[in-house]
Structures are given as C-alpha cells and as structure tokens.
C-alpha cells in the first residue's frame, strides 16, 4: 500500500535526521542534508495528508472495503470481493426479453432448445450459482440482477442504512474479526486497550484489543412468480411485473428479517440480538401506551455514538400516543412530539430531535418492538451478486401458467455481540434500544 511505503519512508528519514543532530561536529554537508530531510519529510506529511484523504473517500463509496473508525468501534476485516462485473454479456435487451427466454428453455430443454444467449451468460459466471441450464436454473443477466437489487435496496426502508460487504462468487460466508467488548467500567476500550500518563523512565504497559469472530452465512430468501402464456408473449409487462413486484417484496421480507429475523435461516434481527437493550416500562403504567418517561429513557440508553445516525422506528397505531404525549412545563404543559409545520404539517417529524420513520414490521401498541430507537449502521449485512431466476411449466401444467423462481442469498447481524457497560454510569448502552411490553 502506498500509505504505507510513505510512512517508512517518513520514519527512516526521520530516524537518519536524529542521528546527524546526535553529532555536535556536522560538517556542512551533513548541514545540507538535514535541509533536504526536512523538506523531503514536510512533503511527506502532505503526501500521506492526501493518501488518507482518498481512503477515507474510498470507505464511504465502496462498502465491500470496510475499514473500522473509532467511531464504529468495530474493526472488521473483510477479504477481497468479487461481485459479478459490469462488463460481463448482456446478450438480451430486457427483463422480460431473458424471462421468457427462460420458461421457453423450461418448456422445451427435453429436446435441447435452450436459448444460447442464457449458455453464454451461464458460462461467463460459471460458479456463481448452484443452478444450471440441465435443471432449468439460470443467472439473470448482470444489468438485472444490479436493477433488481438497486429496486430492493430502494423500497425497502432499512436495507439501505446498512453496512453491506458484497462475497465472491466462489464463497458462501465470511468470518470477521470483531471486537469482543462489553464493559469500559476498568477504563479499556476495544475490550482490552488501555493507555497511561507515566513519568520519564518508566515502563510502558502494554496493553491489546480483544476480538471474536463474526461469521456470517448466505441464507436463501427466495419467491414464486406465476405467469400465464398471454403473459408470456407481453416481454414488457412479464418484466414489469416481475421486477417491480419481487423487489418490492424482497425489500420488505429483508427488512422484516433484520427487525425480526431469529437467526435461523434467515438474517438475525435486533429484536432477537442480545446486545439489544430493552428499557422496562413505568411502574404501573397502564397497557397499550407510551409515556414521556418511555422515551426519555430509551434515548438516554443509546450508544452515544450512534446517537448523530439514531432514529425511531414505530408502528403507525403508536401516533396518537405521540401526539398526545407533553412535559410538564408551566401550568398546561407542552408537547414533547409536534410535526415540523404544526399540527396541520404532516406528521413525519422528529422525536427528541431523532427522526421518525414508521414501520409497518414494527408490532402494535404496548407490545415490544412497537417503538425503537436503532442506528443502522451498526448492522452488517453480507450478499452474494446474482440473482438466480428458474421456471417450470409442470407445477401448475393445468392453468397454463409457468412458474419464475428467484433466490437471492445474504446473511446479517448487528456487530456488537453485547450491550456495552460505560466507563461511567449504571445502565449498558446498545445502537438498538427497544421498549419492554406494556400489558
């Protein structure tokens, strides 16, 4: 790397500096060649200035590149990635063009007619997916797959706040090291990193993080499309109605798994996650509400640097607790939830200065997960590139229809492993911060 090499360069031409200084008898070239290192290290310092300039740069545009900060607090080390390139063949001009393509090659593979454009397409990505032309499974072409992914991405509400790794194509998980870190109460950060004010000539401590490992593994979440023969000879509608519909659905079932998700085939959700915390109700508050106290305490117990990407998920039932919700401020009170314009604005404002986004995942009033506080940048998310679509025409043979199979792999999982105890204070803290069932 070349942030590296500059950097040893700096420390041997630093190091060569602090010898010449060492001798009180330089001569003048030794005088000169300490003006060079000088102006050889200060333009260095610019060097290496601008190298980590670009890299940080690098880190907020390519997701598979993650490198930790000290404010994610996880240093997560992932390898290469090798996504499925743009400049594979797009033989087929769209969707709904490759999709019939498909069912044809469903229809008629007993006697060998299989559309060459899907062996092409098939043989550039050989290994990327478990199906093959022989069985009636084929790779959607690459353009498609990123549209599709780009359509779930965008109507799913929480996918898109993630940290997302894309896997290669020869890979169906990945092992992270993570920082194993619960408690700051001994002054360590990193579960283990400490440093100390000494005086000269004492003995440095040394001191190192503690780490666990993370595994991710590719879970399958698949649908079903129906479509009749009319159907198929409408390329533009078969492809309309395929993308628009399973990306939306596929937006949505992601982002019920990584609300509810258990773990098990399927991505685990902060519901299920230990290092959620749940801030128990008031005492004999009555069920089915949400007080100011609620509130009040699930944002005092949220990590603080989570706090500037925080905000509140609630189902739409929990709005007239909002609205009714007020502090005790002078003789009546004054609201703790108003929408930016007033009452007549609509009503997607912020609470305690943290946005609110209604979710439709989040259970009714009074029951836990009704309201949260999440950062979702706290959450890691693995994919795998393509999409693999298949057909069959024997599973509804008597309507008439062929049948589009879609499978998309991924896994995730928030970071943390645990709700972190602070230097100072009783309560632990977590990016994900719920509200216990009120009943």
Known sequence: ???????????????????????????????????????????????????????????????????????????VQAGPSTPLADSLPKPFRSFGEQLSAVARAAQQKNIGAVDNRLLQIQAAVQGASEGTASDGGFLVQT????????????????LGKTRRIPIGANSNGLKINAVDETSRVDGSRWGGVRAYWVGEGVTLTDTQ?????MELTLQKLTGLYYATDELLMDMTALGEAASIAFAEEFGFKIDDALFRGTGAGMPLGVLAHAG??????????PAATILKANVEKMYARMWAPSLSNAEWHINQDCWPQLFG??????????????????????????????????????????????????DWRQYL????????????IHVEFLTDQTVFRFILRMDGQPMR????????????????VTLATRA
């Open 1 to 75: 790397m070349r942030w590296k090499a500059l950097i040893q360069e700096k420390t041997e031409l630093l190091g060569e500096a602090r010898s010449l200084l060492d001798n009180a008898a330089r001569t003048e070239a030794q005088e000169g060649r300490l003006d060079e290192i000088e102006a050889r290290v200060q333009a260095l310092n610019r060097d290496i200035e601008r190298e980590e300039r670009l890299q940080a740069l690098d880190r907020e545009t390519t997701p598979a590149r993650f490198t930790p900060t000290t404010r994610d607090m996880e240093p």
């Open 143 to 158: 353009d498609f797959t990123s549209e599709l992914l780009r359509l779930a991405h965008s109507t799913g509400k929480l």
């Open 209 to 213: 993080p503690k780490y666990r490992q």
């Open 276 to 285: 959620t915390v749940s801030v128990a109700k008031e005492t004999n508050q």
């Open 325 to 374: 919700m007020s502090a005790e401020i002078g003789v009546g009170g004054a609201p703790v939830f108003l929408p930016p314009g007033g009452l007549s604005a609509p009503p997607f404002g912020t609470l305690l200065g943290r946005p609110i986004l209604p979710l439709e995942q989040c259970q009714t009033v009074g029951t836990v997960g009704d309201i949260m506080l999440a």
């Open 381 to 392: 998310i693995i994919e795998k590139g393509g999409i693999e679509a298949a057909s069959s």
């Open 417 to 432: 492993n645990a709700a972190l105890t602070p230097f100072k204070g009783t309560l632990t803290q977590s990016s994900f």
